[in-house]
């Protein structure tokens, strides 16, 4: 009994032995048959990538054109009359009448209002009043004069017939006083004449400035009194109306940035628009551009002064305009995208060699790959443009002109119209 059971057991043992081993087999074989995929998968990959880096770069390029430039700068600024006159008044009073408005077209000498004249006329008149009484007086200083005389020339007689003993010389002195005084006398009354004279002619003129008239051939732009208002010039004179003197032609008043104002000046033409008229542009042309700054917002410009035709009186004193100036115009000229003299190629790269073909593939490679720009001022002192010829970059070397930010003038002995020239890498090999 104990026998078998022995034997049984030793069975048993054996089966769990032999199971246990072919799990472990099994196991094996897997582990085998995954690691070989992976292999087979690291040998296509790094195949794949040595495909790659022998594979010619890409580039993405552009056109050389021919064909004209023009630079523009940009400025705004307001609209400004060519001559605005701000009428005010010298004289203090009542505002009696107004006889023009806004918008009204006057004439030199046209009365635009007109002042009480009640003080003023009293003035005149007491002027006047004063100029009568200073000639009365020049009228008596005259007489004194002829009396002292007559009165000096009959002691001179006297004296002469009696032999110097009469009159005596005491009197004779005092008739040559009284003389001399009269003749005084008379130029001191004459001088209040004039003063008088001036006196009237002041209250005449201050009489005929309360019509306040027109100074210039215009339009009021601008009516700020009403009759009943009291004018008070003591101190300033007050703004009556203000008058444009012809918005047939007017001014463009812009700020040109101090980055800008060394190309721009008297004489370029220049087109504006305005928020009025926004699918209209209006012709203009530089005729100052100032030497004084202005500061605001701590941006610095230079005002710019350019003559605007109005016939049709479309444009209004005070609208915003923004103006493209024109400063350099090229008339059939090579022309090359900006972005063609910005490019470079990169600098060859060293790639670390690796012993194994898959292990070198796993290694990381040196950024920088492809082709790199510059810093957006060209390719320095020696520009160029670059070509892709033959699985290979080369360079043209070229003479940078003017740009307006997208082409720029370029001009080389090799640089023909039509040629491709690189703007940027297309990416390369990966």
Same mark, same amino acid.
């Given at each position: 009994?104990?026998?078998?059971?022995?034997?049984?057991?030793?069975?048993?043992?054996?089966?769990?032995?032999?199971?246990?081993?072919?799990?472990?087999?099994?196991?094996?074989?897997?582990?085998?048959?995954?690691?070989?995929?992976?292999?087979?998968?690291?040998?296509?990959?790094?195949?794949?990538?040595?495909?790659?880096?022998?594979?010619?770069?890409?580039?993405?390029?552009?056109?050389?054109?021919?064909?004209?430039?023009?630079?523009?700068?940009?400025?705004?600024?307001?609209?400004?009359?060519?001559?605005?006159?701000?009428?005010?008044?010298?004289?203090?009073?009542?505002?009696?009448?107004?006889?023009?408005?806004?918008?009204?077209?006057?004439?030199?000498?046209?009365?635009?209002?007109?002042?009480?004249?009640?003080?003023?006329?009293?003035?005149?008149?007491?002027?006047? +009043?004063?100029?009568?009484?200073?000639?009365?007086?020049?009228?008596?200083?005259?007489?004194?004069?002829?009396?002292?005389?007559?009165?000096?020339?009959?002691?001179?007689?006297?004296?002469?017939?009696?032999?110097?003993?009469?009159?005596?010389?005491?009197?004779?002195?005092?008739?040559?006083?009284?003389?001399?005084?009269?003749?005084?006398?008379?130029?001191?009354?004459?001088?209040?004449?004039?003063?008088?004279?001036?006196?009237?002619?002041?209250?005449?003129?201050?009489?005929?400035?309360? /019509?306040?008239? /027109?100074?210039?051939?215009?339009?009021?732009?601008?009516?700020?009194?009403?009759?009943?208002?009291?004018?008070?010039?003591?101190?300033?004179?007050?703004?009556?109306?203000?008058?444009?003197?012809?918005?047939?032609?007017?001014?463009?008043?812009?700020?040109?940035?101090?980055?800008?104002?060394?190309?721009?000046?008297?004489?370029?033409?220049?087109?504006?628009?305005?928020?009025?008229?926004?699918?209209?542009?209006?012709?203009?042309?530089?005729?100052?551009?100032?030497?004084?700054?202005?500061?605001?917002?701590?941006?610095?410009?230079?005002?710019?002064?350019?003559?605007?035709?109005?016939?049709?009186?479309?444009?209004?004193?005070?609208?915003?305009?923004? +103006?493209?100036?024109?400063?350099?115009?090229?008339?059939?000229?090579?022309?090359?995208?900006?972005?063609?003299?910005?490019?470079?190629?990169?600098?060859?790269?060293?790639?670390?060699?690796?012993?194994?073909?898959?292990?070198?593939?796993?290694?990381?490679?040196?950024?920088?790959?492809?082709?790199?720009?510059?810093?957006?001022?060209?390719?320095?002192?020696?520009?160029?443009?670059?070509?892709?010829?033959?699985?290979?970059?080369?360079?043209?070397?070229?003479?940078?002109?003017?740009?307006?930010?997208?082409?720029?003038?370029?001009?080389?002995?090799?640089?023909?119209?039509?040629?491709?020239?690189?703007?940027? /890498?297309?990416?390369?090999? /990966?």
């Amino acid at each position: 009994m104990s026998t078998t059971n022995a034997s049984q057991d030793e069975g048993l043992a054996a089966l769990v032995t032999e199971g246990a081993n072919g799990g472990r087999r099994k196991r094996a074989r897997w582990l085998l048959v995954a690691g070989g995929l992976a292999l087979v998968g690291l040998v296509a990959w790094g195949a794949t990538r040595s495909v790659g880096r022998n594979a010619a770069p890409e580039y993405v390029t552009g056109k050389v054109t021919r064909g004209d430039l023009t630079v523009h700068v940009s400025a705004t600024g307001t609209l400004q009359p060519t001559n605005e006159v701000d009428v005010g008044s010298e004289v203090s009073g009542l505002v009696e009448t107004v006889l023009v408005d806004d918008n009204d077209r006057v004439k030199t000498g046209q009365v635009l209002a007109r002042l009480d004249v009640s003080k003023l006329n009293d003035a005149v008149v007491n002027a006047k +009043a004063a100029l009568a009484s200073a000639e009365a007086r020049v009228l008596q200083a005259e007489a004194t004069v002829k009396e002292s005389a007559a009165n000096l020339s009959r002691l001179r007689q006297v004296a002469e017939l009696s032999g110097g003993k009469v009159p005596s010389k005491s009197e004779l002195e005092t008739g040559e006083a009284a003389a001399a005084r009269a003749l005084a006398d008379e130029a001191s009354a004459k001088a209040v004449v004039d003063q008088a004279r001036a006196a009237l002619s002041s209250a005449e003129t201050n009489l005929s400035k309360a /019509s306040i008239r /027109s100074p210039i051939n215009g339009v009021v732009l601008s009516r700020k009194i009403e009759p009943g208002q009291t004018v008070a010039a003591s101190f300033t004179a007050p703004v009556l109306f203000t008058l444009a003197e012809d918005l047939a032609e007017m001014e463009l008043q812009v700020d040109v940035d101090e980055a800008d104002v060394g190309q721009v000046k008297a004489g370029q033409a220049a087109t504006f628009t305005v928020d009025a008229y926004s699918s209209r542009k209006y012709p203009a042309k530089i005729t100052r551009v100032g030497y004084g700054s202005q500061t605001k917002d701590g941006v610095v410009s230079y005002k710019t002064i350019l003559t605007v035709d109005n016939d049709d009186l479309s444009l209004r004193p005070g609208m915003t305009a923004t +103006a493209e100036i024109t400063t350099v115009e090229r008339k059939d000229v090579l022309l090359v995208p900006n972005a063609a003299l910005r490019f470079a190629p990169a600098e060859a790269a060293e790639t670390p060699k690796a012993s194994g073909g898959i292990v070198g593939s796993l290694l990381p490679r040196p950024p920088g790959g492809g082709a790199k720009k510059s810093n957006g001022n060209g390719n320095g002192p020696a520009q160029k443009v670059w070509v892709f010829e033959d699985g290979k970059l080369l360079a043209i070397p070229v003479t940078a002109g003017a740009s307006d930010g997208s082409l720029t003038e370029v001009t080389g002995s090799v640089l023909r119209e039509g040629m491709a020239v690189v703007t940027e /890498s297309g990416g390369g090999p /990966s």
